[in-house]
């Protein structure tokens, strides 16, 4: 029941329409009988959009494409390890009295190490990671925070070296790709995404090296890089694992509350099956 008591939660993106956030978040709230609401946000303008969350009295609220660098320079404070990464995902806005103060944080890396962390101790492993966009950058930080080895790899070559001398990692070029050996692999690219759903983004003939294969990915739910790499024996993590842990995150730096895992993979996945053919 909404009411004068909701705490307003949210997410701005453009486009916004597609985020899957919103089902995660509000059976959290169902779940554990809270008095708040998560809902999809498309700011005509960023400034101005800000300024309305704020003064709205918005708690907390999650940043996706193609906010995640711009928001910062808005922010009252960022987080270190988002200040890092260049990138904010989380907005968390804390009130006394008149005054709100909006703190800027990224929870994408914990995501991606938590995700990845169930099928392979990430300290000392090797992770080959495939992409250097926005994503790959919180992913292959959060790796190396947690003490992996990083190797990237990327269609466009000048991207890839730069986002591996940023993270003071190899870069290997695709036609290297067969002499590499790691514990896993990562896609973080967005090839293998529906409606190209057949498209792979390394030769299948190279997946039998890694024991862990990692698509972040999620429509479909079950790839065909996962597909294939179940069908060598690797194990698999697939891309809503990310998403969850991410919100998860989020979900308790707001509420100051464990989130509930299952109900939120739960949502995830019946609302992903509700909008797939
Ligand atoms: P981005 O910044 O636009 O980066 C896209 C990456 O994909 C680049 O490395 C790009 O290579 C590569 N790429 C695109 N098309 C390609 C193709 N046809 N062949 C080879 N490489 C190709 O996007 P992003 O924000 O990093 O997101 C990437 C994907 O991750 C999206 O599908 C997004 O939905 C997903 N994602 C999932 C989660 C999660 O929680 N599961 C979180 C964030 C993002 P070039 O440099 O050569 O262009």
Request: aromatic fraction near 6%.
């Amino acid at each position: 029941m909404i009411n004068g008591h909701t705490q307003l939660f949210g997410i701005i993106g453009n486009p916004v329409e597609h985020s899957l956030s919103p089902a995660m978040h509000n059976a959290a709230f169902a779940e554990l009988g809270m008095n708040g609401v998560y809902i999809p946000m498309r700011p005509a303008d960023l400034a101005e959009g800000f300024r309305g969350l704020r003064s709205l009295g918005f708690i907390g609220v999650s940043v996706t494409v193609p906010f995640k660098v711009a928001i910062m320079e808005f922010l009252d404070a960022v987080d270190p390890v988002a200040r890092n990464i260049g990138a904010v995902n989380t907005l968390l806005f804390e009130r006394d009295g008149d005054h709100c103060r909006c703190t800027g944080y990224n929870t994408d890396w914990l995501g991606s190490n938590q995700a990845l962390g169930e099928e392979l101790q990430l300290a000392g492993a090797t992770v080959l990671i495939l992409g250097a966009g926005g994503a790959a950058r919180a992913v292959g930080f959060g790796l190396i925070e947690a003490g992996a080895s990083v190797f990237i790899a990327n269609r466009t070559e000048a991207k890839g070296r730069a986002l591996a001398a940023q993270l003071r990692c190899p870069f290997v070029p695709t036609d290297q790709l067969a002499e590499l050996r790691a514990d896993a692999l990562i896609n973080t690219t967005s090839v293998g995404m529906a409606p190209h759903a057949d498209a792979l983004p390394i030769r299948a003939e190279l997946l039998p090296r890694f024991a862990v294969v990692m698509d972040i990915v999620y429509a479909p739910l079950t790839t065909r890089l996962l597909r294939e790499a179940a069908a060598c024996g690797c194990r698999t993590v697939d891309g809503l694992q990310m998403l969850q842990y991410q919100g998860a995150a989020q979900f308790s730096l707001w509420t100051g509350r464990e989130a509930p895992h299952r109900v939120m993979r739960q949502a995830l996945v019946s609302e992903l099956r509700s909008r797939l053919p």
